[in-house]
């Protein structure tokens, strides 16, 4: 994604982990500590940060909200080339069994989707296929051969389920 797409709050949100990380892959810094220097609450620095997950430019690293740039991220104030590669990545792809990439993608979505469940307030139906769906990915990823359209079959019903902020963000994933 061009750095050109983004929003205003989001380009600033980006450039200031990057002002204070620069290329350092390792780096991390609080999401909530970046979201307060640019004057957004907990809850906006959250939806900002997770709308910039979902577009591969952001890695959550620690449960408590460090984040980190991707190697998309940082190919936005590098190289072009780099940046299609690393969005490449954030895409769950059609290999089977699933390698190293495609399992940490899932795991993180993982986590990102069952911390959020709840807050989608859906049927009690819904809900119950979304933790079965959950549950199944969950089942998938202990097996050393994952199958890839197992999970891809999940993450969609996931998709079809979803309130609107997820349903883009898996769009993107199942590319």
Known sequence: M??????PPSRA???????????????QISMYELGMALGLDREESRTTAEDLMA?????????????ALSDAGRAIFGSEDAGEKAAEDNRLGEASPMDPRQRELVE?????I???MGNQNPAYEALTE????VRTIEAQLTSPQAKTVV????LEGLRDLAAPPWKERLGIILG
């Open 114 to 116: 069952k911390a959020d």
């Open 2 to 7: 061009p750095a050109n797409d983004l929003s």
């Open 13 to 27: 949100f980006l450039e200031n982990l990057y002002t204070r990380t620069g290329d350092d892959a390792e780096a």
């Open 151 to 154: 999970v891809r079959a999940c």
């Open 108 to 112: 993180q979505t993982l986590t990102l």
């Open 130 to 133: 979304m933790i079965a769906d």
């Open 55 to 67: 577009a591969g430019l952001l890695e959550i690293r620690t449960l408590s909200g460090g984040v």
